[in-house]
């Protein structure tokens, strides 16, 4: 089954919502400026509301290895989600493994050395970094990766399956396509972006 995670949370009680619907990952935001971003003490109250067997990712843009590591430690963070370029001194730095991300529009994307990609727990394609811009299946190109491959850009209940059955990821990354508000996520939105992501896989497994 396509993994689900919702990201951009800020209450407990959405963290709650969110697994209790079934989402392999809850992501929590640490990037200045961003309408989504979090306290180091929201952040814990957060990963307290996270279901066991759920993984808390951290997402970070500009920050520093001193930062990250203060993120990690106080929302017990399974995984940092990094939107920039990737280097060997972020691997060698992080306190948890790396998501690596890289622009999904095959045309101004640049993505990171398969030798330090190798060492990710996964990369994001992303168009939109939570701004909700739509991602468009037809502009990506089913590639081979050394890791599982998730997807983000402005995906929800409507879009979700055309992506899941056109690039088939491991998992889909949701932030405005379930909200009623920035950082305020919508039960009903995100119910039937659940069903949604079932539907898709189902019709695949029919498929094959």
Known sequence: MTRVK????TRPEDVELACELGAAYVGFNFVEGSPRRVSLE???????ATAPGV???GVFKTEGADAISRAA???RLDLVQLHRPLTLADLDSAPVPLIAVARSERDARADPPLPLLARCHAILLDSSEGSGRALDPARLRPERWPIPVFVAGGLDAESVGAVIRAVR???VDVASGGESAPGIKDRSKLTSLFEAVREADAEDDQAR
């Open 55 to 57: 993984l808390r990712v």
């Open 42 to 48: 929201t952040a814990h109250e957060l990963a307290d």
């Open 6 to 9: 919702i990201c951009g949370l």
């Open 73 to 75: 430690k106080f929302a």
């Open 169 to 171: 990821p491991a998992a």
